[in-house]
């Protein structure tokens, strides 16, 4: 019979926590007792999930007492309470920022690194959802014939804002369509000075600008693909979009090889990789779109061609549900390899 184990889940009312609920329950994990942890302004709330009703604690350093794995949705908590986590001995998942480029903290996507999860000291980290989408098309390449560059672009869905994001794009189309001023407060980021129209918009900026006019999410997909892959020569850069789309993140990707590969041997590679569909058929205009990969939990890959700009190069469009594959899916494939391989 297989162990069941104690889970909590901080963040259980936001998106990813929520989300997180829906894989247990689909993926039937093996949980005995679970906990679900949240802000004091979320602590009450009942949640219904697999016939039994649960309430919503507020999450104190003591919440984690016989836990064995704590699952973060992510936030500013993660700092705060990973460390108590792991003094009551529970392995933390943290989809959070915090920990992903500390040198004693793996940085997983289990497809592309689960060696990794082995060197843990109690924390795990979740890479940012379009690094996790970018590095599942990015590593069947690598083993081909390592990589050279990467230029990539994304097309982000406002759900990786949160809720707030959510409604807001709902709420301006509803004031454009009936002739009503338009109101912005949250994009492109609720805690920024300005904030613009999403609707029928593009927004060139996710987080907040840094270095040389990048901005943070765009480095996050330079630093952390060195560390997945484990090599910082490859050269990386990255333009980072918020589009007017509910679910699912869109990236093109520009790679150029060390080797040559045919488009042929690419399309072979990518589909025999775990987690990826390649939908890849223009003359029946078959290629990945956000409406049909929104709930999936694959990484779909379309549009494999030449650049005949440059050796070696191939474009890849990719696309994949960053709610699922890109927070909550990784995180909890990362607790089932740790289970099936007896790393817990």
């Known amino acids: 019979m297989m162990r ?14 929520q989300e ?14 679970l906990k679900l942890l949240a802000s004091k302004r979320s602590a009450g709330k009942v949640i219904e999930f697999m016939g039994k009703q649960y309430t919503v604690e507020e999450a104190t350093d003591d919440s984690f007492k016989n836990v064995q794995i704590a699952l973060f949705a992510g936030g500013a ?13 529970a392995v933390v998942i943290d989809n959070s920022s915090a920990f992903r480029m500390d040198p004693r903290v793996p940085l997983v996507v289990p497809e592309v690194n689960p060696e990794a999860i082995k060197e843990h000291n109690g924390i795990i980290a979740n890479p940012n959802c379009s ?35 959510i409604d807001e794009l709902d709420d301006q189309v509803k004031a454009l369509v009936d002739h009503r001023p338009v109101e912005a407060k949250i994009l492109p980021g609720a805690s920024l000075p300005k904030h613009y129209q999403i609707a029928f918009n593009l927004l060139p900026q996710i987080d907040v600008f840094v270095e040389d006019g990048y901005t943070k999410e765009e480095m996050k997909m330079v630093h952390e693909t060195h560390k997945i892959l484990n090599d910082d020569n490859i ?8 589009v007017p789309v509910y679910r699912s993140h869109a990236e093109s990707i520009n790679i150029e090889l060390e080797n040559s590969v045919s488009v042929e041997e690419a399309r072979r590679a990518l589909a025999a990789f ?15 779109m956000p409406l049909f990969t929104s709930s999936k939990d694959e ?18 469009w990719v696309v994949g549900d960053q709610i699922r594959k890109g927070a909550a899916l990784n995180a909890l494939q990362i607790a089932e390899y740790m289970i099936n391989h007896k790393l817990l």
């Open 299 to 316: 990484v779909f890959v379309g549009r494999i061609r030449p650049d005949h700009t440059v050796a070696n190069g191939i474009n890849l």
């Open 131 to 165: 690094t996790i989408i970018m590095t599942m098309a990015l590593k069947p390449l690598y083993d081909l014939a390592r990589i050279k560059r990467v230029v990539v672009s994304t097309y982000q869905a406002v759900s990786g804002a949160g809720k707030e994001a």
């Open 20 to 33: 997180f609920l829906a894989l247990i329950a689909e993926r039937q994990f093996p949980f005995n007792e």
């Open 77 to 89: 908590a993660s700092k705060t309470f990973a460390p108590a986590a792991v003094k009551h001995g």
């Open 274 to 288: 775990p987690g990826v569909i390649v939908q890849d058929d223009p003359e029946n205009m078959l290629y990945p």
């Open 4 to 17: 069941k184990y104690n889970v909590a889940i901080l963040g259980a009312t936001g998106a990813v926590g």
């Open 235 to 242: 050269g990386i850069t990255a333009t980072t979009i918020r």
